[in-house]
């Protein structure tokens, strides 16, 4: 793969995620707190606001890209420099990955799903599980877009020329 096609590729990844960890950030300062408080209520109008579509529908397709991205790079990768924050970017793209679909498999479906209103107990501890969770998912999309950004770093330093960077 030539270089300047694998910076900007690295950089879509990176931004992708940048997106994602903002998104997840916005929805744990504004929204999360109120799903807590007043579970069924709080559900009863986000399910009634959500009648076409959803934020699974939009968050789910655009998360799987970076990562996807990522790990394309880290097989397709032929500089020996870029291969360790390849393999960690790609690893926690992994563990990123599992800990996503542990949330939108089991945690949204309990406040989400078709039957989550009629079991009104259920919502707050479901709004707990997903704080919690998303912390750590939180956590874990900056560690990757984190260990991303250290390989577009070198491909830039690469691509700049600067002397002495080339065995950074």
């Known amino acids: 793969m030539r270089p ?4 900007r590729l690295t950089l879509t990844a990176v931004i992708g995620l940048a997106y994602w960890l903002f998104g997840n950030l916005y929805e744990a300062v504004v929204f999360s707190p109120n799903w807590v408080n007043d579970s069924p209520d709080q559900f009863r109008r986000i399910n009634a606001f959500f009648s076409t579509t ?3 529908l939009y968050f789910v397709p655009l998360t799987i890209l970076p990562l ?3 790990w394309f790079l880290w097989w397709r990768n032929q500089d020996p420099a870029l291969a360790p924050d390849y393999r960690r970017a790609g690893i926690a793209a992994v563990l990123l990955a599992a800990l996503n679909a542990l949330i939108v498999s089991t945690v949204i ?3 989400f799903g078709s039957d989550a209103l009629s079991h009104p107990g259920n919502l707050n501890t479901a709004a707990w599980e997903w704080n919690i969770l998303n912390v750590v998912r939180m956590i ?3 560690t990757t877009a984190s260990f991303g950004f ?3 770093r070198k491909l830039d330093r690469h691509s700049t020329g600067h002397p002495g960077d080339a065995a950074s």
């Open 4 to 7: 300047a096609l694998q910076r």
């Open 54 to 56: 959803g934020p699974t």
């Open 68 to 70: 996807v991205l990522l």
């Open 109 to 111: 479906p309990h406040m």
């Open 140 to 142: 874990l999309t900056a």
């Open 150 to 152: 250290a390989a577009f």
